[in-house]
């Protein structure tokens, strides 16, 4: 399970990535668990760190920043199938701190004769999870 916290309590969240958003790499609350913030820290022991980035590349700039997203996903979904029976995962990115976006960087290619424009997408900051 992930889960994040919001405010006073920590609460289970559903990762929610888009290209189309404001904020392409989101986290919805799913209500279906949460605990206070003191009573959490105090009974959970941190394990590992985990950083998560990923890029892309092409033609299409939603296509490159979704494959991007997708890839991180696939990171993150590969990461909860490795936990142990019990444990959970912890955002631990902070929005306006160190909250991962999509940077991308636009080049003009000429193919064939032809101007084009190529993307280049990468998740930085990288997501940090515990």
Do not use: C
């Not at 998560?52 to 199938?81: K, M, N």
């Amino acid at each position: 399970m992930i889960v994040r916290r919001y405010g006073s309590a920590y609460h289970s969240v559903e990762p929610d990535f888009d290209s189309r958003a404001l904020t392409e790499i989101g986290f919805r609350r799913d209500r279906r668990w949460s605990m206070p913030a003191e009573e959490f820290e105090a009974g959970m022991a941190k394990g590992e760190e985990h950083a998560l980035t990923a890029q892309a590349e092409g033609y299409v700039q939603d296509e490159v920043e979704s494959h991007a997203l997708t890839r991180l996903r696939e990171q993150l979904d590969e990461l909860l199938a490795s936990l142990p029976e019990g444990a959970l995962l912890v955002v631990e990115s902070e929005q306006g701190v160190d909250y991962p976006k999509t940077r991308g960087k636009q080049t003009n290619v000429v193919i064939e004769g032809e101007n084009r424009l190529h993307f280049e997408t990468r998740i930085d900051p990288p997501l940090r999870l515990g």
